[in-house]
């Protein structure tokens, strides 16, 4: 868009152009392939103490299913799964005691999907982790 500009003792011009709004970033898609893999990594790592219903285990290991800490901050859910969880964990006023070892030997990928799969699982609706998002939470921890 071009805009003229009159100024008083005379004319001047003026081009000024809109800049275009910088497309935001796609979000993950939430895949059949991403879910089988996120299932599987899920039985491999997560499911002997959350239980195969996701249900966990009352006091001890917290459940996944619409929870806060599932369907909310996705950074803080990576920083669980990359850093564990220990000292008596209070998830949505519950204490959970037994101790989460960290999980950070898992690649970006597997990671974004097992929480992939976890956020659409069990009742939960939510958006996709993408392993981009895991790389930040990685590289901003070191």
């Known amino acids: 868009m071009i805009l003229l500009i009159l100024a008083t003792g005379g004319i001047k011009l003026s081009a000024q152009t809109k800049s275009k709004p910088k497309p935001a970033a796609k979000p993950a898609l939430i895949t059949a392939a991403v879910m089988a893999n996120g299932k599987k990594i899920y039985g491999q790592y997560c499911l002997a103490c959350h239980m195969e219903d996701g249900g966990g285990v009352p006091n001890m290991n917290p459940p996944l299913s619409k929870t806060s800490y599932v369907l909310g901050d996705k950074t803080r859910?990576?920083?669980v799964v990359l850093n564990g969880l220990s000292d008596g964990a209070e998830i949505d006023g519950e204490?959970?005691?037994n101790v989460m070892a960290p999980h950070n030997f898992?690649?970006?990928q597997e990671i974004a999907d097992v929480l992939t799969f976890i956020r659409n699982s069990y009742?939960?609706?939510a958006s996709a982790v993408s392993a981009a998002e895991v790389k930040?939470?990685?590289a901003a921890k070191k």
Request: charged share 35%.
């Open 106 to 108: 898992l690649k970006d």
């Open 77 to 79: 859910l990576i920083k």
């Open 136 to 138: 930040t939470v990685r």
């Open 123 to 125: 009742g939960n609706k």
């Open 95 to 97: 204490t959970y005691t």
